[in-house]
């Protein structure tokens, strides 16, 4: 049984559908739910500070240790460490990793959804593709 409130629990209890066992029993499931949901809220992860580490620091894969995602975070690390000895091909795909990380990416590793107010964030992910063309077409990369 799932119950809204306490008041509900109180009337089952009047009406002697609850007996005084049942009662505290899911008086004491109802506040272990409330608590953990409160709990998970407390978990979630600011999208700005997600989207700005990606951004910034994105071929490191501090974005990702970020929401929790170590295991991606140690590959993107990795994979950043050792480019230079591979003609840092490693890093241009994790570069690229990055950008879609930053562009898509809205929850964390245990699935609560990234705060922040959604249309903002869609304007952080735009402003930052534009400024990634201006900055490919200033240095030649994109023709225009």
Do not use: C
């Not at 008086?27 to 999208?47: C, G, H, M, Q, T």
């Not at 994979?79 to 890093?91: D, E, V």
């Not at 930053?102 to 869609?122: C, T």
Request: hydrophobic share 50%.
């Amino acid at each position: 049984m799932d119950f809204e409130n306490l008041d509900e629990l109180k009337t089952l209890k009047a009406r002697g559908v609850l007996s005084e066992a049942q009662f505290e029993q899911y008086k004491n499931l109802a506040a272990r739910k409330i608590l953990r949901d409160r709990k998970e809220e407390v978990r979630s992860k600011n999208a700005f500070v997600y989207m700005t580490l990606a951004y910034f620091t994105g071929t490191l894969g501090l974005h990702n240790f970020y929401i929790g995602r170590y295991k991606r975070g140690f590959i993107q690390l990795f994979l950043s460490l050792i480019s230079f000895y591979m003609l840092y091909l490693p890093l241009l795909f994790v570069a690229v990793w990055a950008l879609f990380e930053f562009l898509f990416v809205g929850h964390s590793a245990n699935g609560m959804p990234l705060k922040g107010n959604r249309a903002i964030v869609w304007l952080y992910r735009l402003a930052g593709v534009l400024f990634l063309v201006f900055q490919a077409q200033k240095y030649g990369l994109i023709l225009g």
